[in-house]
């Protein structure tokens, strides 16, 4: 069965400086997703994207972050310049259509800054 | 459209015992999805009910949808220690799912 697929699957990374995210979504579809989930705390929604475009972003979803899809398989997430409280899991998801689908998750790339 | 909260907080249960857990939301939906969570990986889809629908079954998983009580429950039977998670009924809003506090599962052998 298709999978979304992330990695690295650990990130260790100095506070200030920049990562990026990759996720493979699954291959036909076409809305895509990216979460995090701080230690202990619920999975929190941070940005869609359909079209090469974002279509929505919640408020963590600030300007230190940013997505791509640069090579039409890959769905990345940067942060430009992480803080202590980024560290988190991120997750990727994708969905193949809008309505009554379900959204496939990968496994997350938990990501420490130290 | 939203969908709700899930009930109980937690629950324990011996291997081989049928898990209930229950979702309610507030606004009409189009579906209810529930998803699972097992510590430290990501969410799992389990299942898709549409409005139209009452009862849904996949495997040791059933789900009903009460509309008229915007509720749901998902029954898992014969449980087994690995369906020890979380599980969540996220609310939808757009594409965008907002998930709650769940319910965690611990089933013990």
């Known amino acids: 069965e298709p999978e979304v697929t992330q990695t690295p699957s650990h990130q260790v990374t100095q506070m200030g400086q920049e990562v990026i995210l990759r996720c493979v979504p699954i291959s036909n579809h076409l809305y895509f997703y990216w979460y995090r989930q701080i230690l202990g705390q619920k999975v929190e929604f941070l940005v869609s994207f359909y079209n090469n475009e974002i279509s929505e972003k919640s408020e963590i979803f600030d300007d230190q972050f940013s997505v791509e899809r640069p090579d039409g398989s890959n769905f990345t997430l940067k942060i430009r310049s992480t803080k202590l409280e980024d560290s988190a899991m991120y997750f990727c998801a994708s969905m193949r259509g809008y309505s009554n689908q379900p959204q496939h998750f990968g496994d997350g790339t938990r990501l420490s800054i130290l | 459209s939203q969908q709700g909260e899930e009930d109980p907080q937690a629950l324990s249960i011996q291997e081989g015992e049928n898990a209930t857990m229950n979702c309610s939301y507030k606004t009409s939906i189009n579906n209810l999805q529930w998803y699972r969570q097992n510590s430290g990986r990501g969410l799992v889809h389990l299942i898709l009910?549409?409005?139209?629908?009452r009862e849904k079954h996949s495997g040791r998983l059933r789900v009903t949808l009460d509309t008229s009580k915007k509720s749901s429950s998902l029954l898992i039977t014969a449980s087994r220690a690995a369906d020890t998670a979380s599980y969540f009924c996220p609310k939808t809003s757009g594409s965008r799912l907002t998930f709650g506090e769940g319910t965690q599962l611990t089933v013990n052998p």
């Open positions: 009910i549409r409005s139209n629908e």
